[in-house]
Each structure stands twice: as C-alpha cells, then as structure tokens.
C-alpha cells in the first residue's frame, strides 16, 4: 500500500483526536508539533520497511539458485527473510 502524504496526515490527525477525546494523553505541545513529529515518525517506519524489503530481495536472490528445483515459495520465503530481519532490528513490521 502506498501512503501519499495526504493519507499519512489524514491517519496521524485522526489518531491524535481520538488518544485526546479519551484522555490518553495530556499534550504539553501544540497539535501542529504532536502531528509533525507523528508524521515523521511514521515516515521513518515506512523508510526502515523499505530498506528491510530490499535487504530481504538482496539475500533472497543470493541464494535463489539453492531453492530453484525445491518447492519452496519465494514469496513465503521472502516474507520469513523480512520478519526475521525486522526482529533483529527491532522493526515493528
């Protein structure tokens, strides 16, 4: 799924609302900084979640000519490389 800027501002404005409708958080800092740094954050998720896509293609590929002739599915395998990779690095995927 691809997070326009639009979206991500839409969602990080929408989950602000709703932690201050139920009291979940007391900001000490105006919504415009709370949703700059939450867009940020998110932005950097997004980053790292690429960055673990393509360290997970890179071994995928490098290893591809020990699964060609097994029944092994690719994309499983891709998707194992990438949670394994998020878990070493503390990546909430």
Known sequence: MRFTEDLVRRLCAAILARWKAKGLIRPKASDDALLSRMIAEIHMDIQRE????????????????????????????????????????????
């Open 50 to 93: 690429a960055e673990l896509d393509r360290e997970a293609e890179a071994l995928l590929e490098k290893h591809i000519g020990k699964i060609e002739g097994t029944e092994a599915n690719s994309r499983i395998l891709f998707q194992k490389i990438k949670e394994r990779l998020a878990k070493e690095r503390d990546v909430v995927l």
